[in-house]
Nanobody
Framework: QVQLVESGGGLVQPGGSLRLSCAAS????????MGWYRQAPGKQRELVAA???????NYVDSVKGRFTISRDNAKNTVYLQMNSLKPEDTAVYYC?????????WGQGTQVTVSS
């Protein structure tokens, strides 16, 4: 059974930082491209950052220079370091794993940026 379990969300003030983690089980983690998506109320889910099985990364323009995605294949975990957080970063953040025609999602973790 495949599981992606996110953690690390919470309430933070503008300008603060959070690190999200996503622990995967039931998949050959190193073979999967991993991504972080987010969905704010009333908006569509959007890709925030992704990292390929070879380590190549890409980011949505709005988070470039502030967010960093990384992976630890030994721990079957992908991370999203979020710095200089803004109120517009408020959303539910979802972990995603993709390989070929297989896609898996985590349950999501809430990130709220507010003073």
């Amino acid at each position: 059974q495949v599981q992606l379990v996110e953690s690390g969300g919470g309430l933070v003030q503008p300008g603060g930082s959070l690190r999200l983690s996503c622990a995967a089980s039931g998949i050959i983690f190193r073979a999967y491209a991993m991504g972080w998506y987010r969905q704010a109320p009333g908006k569509q889910r959007e890709l925030v950052a992704a990292i390929g099985s070879g380590g190549i990364t890409n980011y949505v323009d709005s988070v470039k220079g502030r967010f960093t995605i990384s992976r630890d294949n030994a721990k079957n975990t992908v991370y999203l370091q979020m710095n200089s957080l803004k109120p517009e970063d408020t959303a539910v953040y979802y972990c995603n794993a993709v390989r070929g025609g297989s896609t898996f999602w985590g349950q999501g973790t809430q990130v709220t940026v507010s003073s």
